[in-house]
């Protein structure tokens, strides 16, 4: 069975960081492409950034481009997701995402909150 599993999370003040980490179990990393989603309350699921299989596909939503980073290290079958210059906005529950031909998977999520 595949798993899922973020961490990192927190309570953070505007203009911090925070590194997520999500790490895969029952599949091997090295074969999904995988994406941090989040969804603020209130609001819809929205796509934060994701990396192909090859790393050689990094996209980012616009609101986190210059401060976010998707990074994967297949030997540990984890992605990160470095997050600096946190701002109020940024407040919502992030999800991992594993995607591999008919194979996608969610993990549970964690909550990240920004807040004075």
């Known amino acids: 069975q595949v798993q899922l599993v973020e961490s990192g999370g927190g309570l953070v003040q505007p203009g911090g960081s925070l590194r997520l980490s999500c790490v895969i179990s029952?599949?091997?990393?090295?074969?999904?492409?995988v994406g941090w989603f989040r969804r603020a309350p209130g609001k819809e699921r929205e796509g934060v950034s994701c990396?192909?299989?090859?790393?050689?596909?990094?996209v980012y939503a616009d609101s986190v481009k210059g401060r976010f980073t998707i990074s994967r290290d297949n030997d540990k079958n984890t992605v990160y997701l470095q997050m600096n210059d946190l701002q109020l906005e940024d407040t919502a529950v992030y999800f991992c995402?594993?995607?591999?031909?008919?194979?996608?998977?969610w993990g549970q999520g964690t909550q990240v909150t920004v807040s004075s």
């Open positions: 990396t192909s299989n090859s790393d050689d596909g990094t």
């Open positions: 995402n594993a995607d591999h031909l008919f194979y996608n998977y």
């Open positions: 029952g599949a091997d990393l090295y074969y999904y492409s």
